[in-house]
């Protein structure tokens, strides 16, 4: 089967800072999902990004389909930022397959 | 409603018990899934339903579940005679259609002692 894999498995910024959490997959996608799972447990959507760049607000993300990778951007990172992030791919069929998630924390 | 709906918010249960967990989907969507998510893991796949019918449960683990949306809405998951590998939150999602993005419940946490 598939393979996500994402990079770093942990992250600790100070408030302010900027980062990059990355996203590989193994074989072509019909669909990429990121999400943020807050300390309380909720996964929220942040983007629906098959391909190319989309932003919203400090997080922007972009997805090279043919390079089989995605990124995920967070600028000026704030507490509230922290929690596990994941990216999620339709391979074959339609479930999500997740990584195992970048844990962020943001201390101020 | 406005999201995805899942009762109830927090489940114990003893071992052996039967358990059952329900799902309202966002008003209109078609496809609703499953995900069991372990301590310090990602959510995996358990099955998927468009409308009423169940078009893949690969990802049950075992007999012991079986999951239902009888009138192509709400969706129960249920767990017969439980054990406490069955510990984790059950993770519920919709979309339109297959091919858009997935929204998530909240989810329930379910505690097998």
């Known amino acids: 089967g598939i393979q996500v894999e994402q990079s770093p498995p942990d992250l600790i910024l100070q408030e302010g800072a900027n980062s990059t959490l990355r996203c590989n997959f193994s074989?072509?996608?019909?669909?990429l999902q990121w999400f943020h799972q807050n300390p309380w447990g909720q996964l929220i959507n942040l983007f629906y990004?098959?391909?190319g760049t989309k932003q919203n607000g400090r997080l922007s993300a972009t997805t090279v389909a043919t390079e089989r990778y995605s990124l995920l951007y967070i600028s000026s990172s704030q507490t509230t930022d922290s929690g596990v992030y994941f990216c999620?791919?339709?391979?074959?069929?339609?479930?999500?397959?997740f990584g195992k998630g970048t844990t962020l924390s943001v201390s101020s | 409603g406005a999201g995805v709906s899942q009762s109830p918010r927090y489940k114990v249960a003893k071992r052996g018990q039967d358990v059952a967990l329900r799902c309202d989907p966002i008003?209109?969507?078609?496809?609703l899934f499953w995900y069991q998510q372990a301590l310090g893991q990602g959510p995996e796949f358990l099955t998927y339903?468009?409308?009423?019918?169940?078009?893949?449960k690969s990802g049950l683990p075992s007999d012991r579940f079986f999951a239902e949306r009888p009138e192509g809405s709400v969706s129960t998951l249920k767990i017969q005679r439980t054990q406490q590998e069955d510990s984790a939150v059950y993770l519920c999602?919709?979309?339109?259609?297959?091919?858009?993005?997935?929204?998530f419940g909240d989810g329930t946490r379910l505690s097998i002692l």
């Open positions: 999602a919709s979309s339109l259609d297959g091919q858009t993005p997935q929204h």
């Open positions: 074989d072509s996608v019909n669909n």
């Open positions: 990004i098959p391909s």
């Open positions: 999620a791919v339709v391979w074959a069929g339609t479930a999500l397959i």
């Open positions: 008003s209109g969507h078609v496809s």
């Open positions: 339903f468009q409308n009423e019918a169940q078009l893949d």
